[in-house]
T-cell receptor
């Protein structure tokens, strides 16, 4: 069983829909990272959070430390949001990341 | 552009060979991380260096080694290559040693290694 699990594995939605991707982890972490991997392979760090909520543009990330759960939300989704979204838990004292398997998001115009 | 550079972009080699992947972190970043992304294993953390010293080790094979030089660039050496080593290798950098909420990692574009 992976220490970091994501759901769903694949998600297809219409442009404009509100998107939620979930991440659950079974180990103690210092911070939870959300990454975006584009079809070309490049990885962009979206958020790093250890409590509460962060917002950047149309993206919102939340974390519940007690429940060991984080969500990534995308409002007013757009085809350019199509990518693989990966959550990862960071170890204490360093950033040895344990990755989820990713959620492949496809937004249809 | 993250500011992290990796060379080469693509590398094709044969089993048994040795290759070196290079990473230059963002200006001012002291930590460098190496990751492997293969089709069957997903993203895996290999190793982290902070200011020239090894800070954390993950699932790095004994055939692999890395170092961070005084100018903070890092190299990942892969030897006795096997077919299963074919993967995308990413490096990332951050300002601090990690474990703090400010230590966002910035990823390089990756090196695609193909072992034939």
């Amino acid at each position: 069983k992976n220490e970091v699990e994501q759901s769903p594995q694949n998600l297809t939605a219409q442009e404009g829909e509100f998107i939620t991707i979930n991440c659950s982890y079974s180990v103690g972490i210092s911070a939870l990272h959300w990454l975006q991997q584009h079809p070309g392979g490049g990885i962009v760090s979206l958020f790093m959070l250890s409590s509460g909520k962060k917002k950047h543009g149309r993206l919102i990330a939340t974390i519940n430390i007690q429940e060991k759960h984080s969500s990534l939300h995308i409002t007013a989704s757009h085809p350019r949001d199509s990518a693989v979204y990966i959550c990862a838990g960071g170890d204490f004292g360093n950033e040895k990341l344990t990755f989820g398997t990713g959620t492949r998001l496809t937004i249809i115009p | 552009d993250s500011g992290v550079t990796q060379t080469p972009k693509h590398l094709i080699t044969a089993t048994g060979q040795r290759v070196t992947l290079r990473c230059s972190p963002r200006s001012g970043d002291l930590s460098v991380y190496w990751y492997q992304q293969s089709l069957d294993q997903g993203l895996q953390f290999l190793i982290q260096y902070y200011n020239g010293e090894e800070r954390a080790k993950g699932n790095i094979l004994e055939r692999f080694s890395a170092q961070q030089f005084p100018d903070l660039h890092s190299e990942l050496n892969l030897s006795s290559l096997e077919l299963g080593d074919s993967a995308l290798y990413f490096c990332a950098s951050s300002v601090g040693p990690g474990g703090r909420s400010t230590d966002t990692q910035y990823f390089g574009p990756g090196t695609r290694l193909t072992v034939l």
